[in-house]
């Protein structure tokens, strides 16, 4: 039965079809799958598997990156409720964009991707200074620092990235917290994460919550 719910969950999911996914959800549910396979057996693979079509250059796109996000965010809320205990948050991260930015679609699939992970976000926004990533990653006890930047000035301005590693430094943080960029800039410059002392960069939103896990590990290993 598991592996029914999971193929047609997965053809809703590449097909964009929302409703689709959600009535595969709750049908399952219905059929008397728990909410804890729901989530880890049926949601969090597909976001893998969407993750591999990226790879792999298949027909993955932003519309199907962004509906597996929200989907997990929408379904992870809902099921994490109804679990028989709670889950372990698996690590915490701030995620904003970077000072003078205003784009935020990729930054909130990020953030349905990390929901789904049982990573603890907190979302600064657009327009974020420097300033404020290092005080909320502290004040909120995060590993990471996610920053995104859809334009070059920004993902290299002073106020950005950049500031962001040298109050880390200032502050003896560097050990405690990684920093991972993400946006336009970066798909075409892949070296750019280097040029402004982040951590780890990603090409997309949907990998980046797999990135961000490995950061977190990274941290607490």
């Known amino acids: 039965m598991l592996e ?35 989530v880890f057996r049926v949601v969090l693979p597909a976001m893998d598997l969407m993750v591999k079509s990226i790879s792999e250059n298949l027909d993955a796109n932003l519309a199907q990156h962004f509906m597996t996000a929200q989907i997990a965010d929408t379904v992870t809320a809902e099921m994490i409720a109804k679990f028989k205990k709670a889950p372990e948050v698996r690590g915490r ?32 926004g657009v327009n974020v200074p420097p300033e404020r990533f290092v005080d909320e990653a502290v004040k909120h006890h995060a590993e990471v620092i996610g920053i995104s930047a ?44 280097k040029a402004i002392r982040a951590d780890a960069w990603a090409e ?15 941290v607490r290993s």
């Open 4 to 38: 029914d719910i999971i193929a047609a969950y997965n053809e809703a999911i590449f097909d964009t079809d929302r409703d689709r996914a959600l009535k595969v959800v709750h049908d399952a549910e219905l059929r008397g799958v728990s909410p804890e396979d729901i």
């Open 93 to 124: 991260v701030v995620i904003g964009t970077a000072s003078g930015d205003l784009h935020s679609l990729g930054k909130r699939i990020v953030i349905g991707c990390l929901k789904a992970r049982m990573i603890d976000v907190r979302d600064l």
């Open 150 to 193: 859809m334009m070059v000035h920004t993902a290299r301005g002073e106020n950005g990235c950049l500031r962001v590693r040298e109050l880390l430094k200032e502050r003896g943080l560097e050990n405690k917290i990684r920093i991972i960029a993400g946006g336009a800039p970066f798909r075409f410059d892949r070296e750019l994460y």
């Open 204 to 218: 997309d939103a949907v990998t980046a919550g797999k990135v961000i896990v490995e950061l977190i590990q990274e």
